[in-house]
């Protein structure tokens, strides 16, 4: 019953703006860090940003000023703000959840199904 259930993505113009959202189900974070994840056709698939249990955050320097990570305890649900995006930015993201802050993919054991977010230049 455990499940991350992502959503936002969507078709967006280059400069723009997306906020995906992962929501659990089944489960509460606790002391999971959440990260974000995302890969392009041909690539593999790299880590983006993550916050730890107490809202500590990390990012790849590719989005550094341009994304922010956030979590409301409340609803249990994670969020990318994705801002001036870039089509570069093209991929799918998925959320996923470790027990250490980290940003190596290996670290994360439950993951979101991916939303699609397409960046038109």
């Known amino acids: 019953q455990v499940q991350l259930v992502e959503s936002g993505g969507g078709l967006v113009q280059a400069g723009g703006s997306l906020r995906l959202s992962c929501a659990a189900s089944g489960r509460t974070f606790g002391l999971y860090t959440m990260g974000w994840f995302r890969q392009a056709p041909g690539k593999e698939r790299e880590f983006v940003a993550a916050i730890s249990w107490n809202g500590d955050t990390r990012y790849v320097d590719s989005v550094k000023g341009r994304f922010t990570v956030s979590r409301d305890r409340a609803k249990n649900t994670v969020y990318l703000q994705m801002n001036s995006l870039k089509h570069e930015d093209t991929a799918v993201y998925y959320c996923?959840?470790?027990?250490?802050?980290?940003?190596?993919?290996?670290?994360?054991?439950?993951w979101g199904q991916g939303t699609q977010v397409t960046v038109s230049s």
């Open positions: 996923a959840a470790a027990a250490t802050f980290d940003y190596r993919t290996e670290k994360y054991q439950l």
